[in-house]
């Protein structure tokens, strides 16, 4: 059964409490737009007056780079997704231009709508739609500012005289670059493989990894080039048909799910926040994130000491004690969470925003009743 209108609207926080009436009103301010593929949406810089939800299809988000002709993708959004927010907000200039990668279908609700819509009802969270405007904006911006470090510390391609293969290989790691290193030294090429700065494959000749490696690191001359490739579709399409196969398994787990378990609750959002943050920062970092996070949070939260949160070998969360469960211990793992995210974030470019009632799936519902969303929202404020 195919999503109406409404329901796409309905999905999206700034919305989901509006009234029948309310709908009705919007709808006269709503259109639906198709777009072809390679189709610029609108361009960084032009003045934002309309706010749009993917029905269909995929667009990218990307900046081009100051004084060059290169562009810098910073997402790929998809079905149920939104864009032209920040601007419809804050009156400010777009910050990010929008491409199609596929024929599309939009929903639009113009300026002049919302407006409306706030002088009806200003109960609509708007200090909330701010908050994640400028979130977003500021995302956007440091993923520019980190891709032109990326360009300035070390050229996409260059000799190895310049860069020894040892730094080439650390500043991969270091920026978990997702794409290939290639490398020449005379008649011998490889290629290394990464994955968010693991290598994953070493292809030269008939060697082995480990027999490849040792002969990489004594070339002292030769050329290389970086062809990175942030978040490609194939990988977002991957990453959604995981999410579905969970949004599905976690259904029928808490389809009698009551609130009167919270620790049992939270372990669960633990768990699909690490599989999603894995997937965007690779476990063995998200390891150490989350090793980190813990002992600055233990100070504040002594609770947190005896929990167990294990990203490798596998995904392991035991909040441990769960009879005497209080708010406090849930104040604890928002603020454990948040500083997991912020870390995160400092590491990847452009990491998406995280949209936290999609990422627990059937457990949202759970989740608002115990306010941790809401304390999630504080944790944003608590220095540690």
């Known amino acids: 059964m195919s999503k109406s209108n409404k329901d796409y609207l309905r999905d999206l926080p700034p919305f989901k409490d509006l009234t029948e009436k309310r709908f009705s009103s919007l709808a006269k301010y709503l259109r639906t737009l198709s777009f072809p593929k390679d189709h610029i949406i609108f361009n960084a810089g032009d003045i934002g007056d309309s706010f749009y939800v993917i029905t269909k299809g995929t667009v990218r988000v990307f900046v081009q780079v100051p004084e060059s002709e290169e562009n810098i993708v910073l997402s790929n959004l998809t079905e149920g997704d939104y864009f032209g927010e920040m601007a419809l907000l804050t009156g400010k200039q777009r910050s990010a231009s929008i491409e199609t990668v596929t024929d599309v279908s939009l929903l639009q609700l113009d300026k002049e709508g919302f407006d409306k819509l706030l002088e009806e009802d200003p109960k609509i969270s708007i200090s909330i739609s701010h908050m994640i405007s400028q979130r977003l904006e500021q995302a956007n911006l440091q993923r520019a500012a980190s891709e032109q470090f990326y360009k300035s510390k070390i050229s996409p391609s260059g000799s190895l005289e310049d860069h020894p293969i040892l730094e080439i290989l650390k500043f991969c790691e270091e920026n978990s670059l997702t794409g290939e290193l290639q490398l020449e030294h005379n008649d011998k090429k490889a290629e290394i493989s990464f994955i968010k700065g693991v290598v994953q494959k070493i292809l030269m000749g008939d060697l082995s990894d480990a027999e490849a490696m040792d002969s990489l690191t004594q070339w002292q001359e ?163």
Not at 229 to 256: A, G, P, R, W, Y
Not at 266 to 278: A, C, M, P
Not at 294 to 300: A, D, E, S, Y
């Open 222 to 384: 030769g050329k290389f080039k970086i062809e990175p490739s942030l978040f490609s579709i194939e990988e977002d399409v991957m990453h959604d048909q995981e999410e579905n196969e969970i949004k599905k398994t976690d259904s029928v787990k808490n389809e009698k799910k009551s609130t009167e378990n919270i620790p049992v609750l939270l372990e669960n959002f633990l768990i699909r926040s690490f599989t999603k943050l894995i997937d965007l920062v690779g476990s063995q970092k998200l390891k150490d994130i989350t090793a980190k996070s813990q002992q600055q949070c233990i100070p504040f939260f002594p609770a947190l000491k005896k929990c167990t949160f294990e990203v490798v070998p596998e995904l392991k969360v035991d909040l441990k004690n769960k009879d005497d469960w209080t708010d406090k211990e849930t104040l604890a793992i928002a603020v454990f969470l948040e500083t997991i995210f912020k870390d995160c974030q400092s590491m990847v470019f452009g990491m998406p925003y995280l949209n936290l009632e999609n990422l627990a799936g059937e457990n949202s519902i759970h989740l608002k009743e115990i306010s941790f969303f809401e304390y999630m929202a504080h944790a944003k404020e608590f220095t540690l």
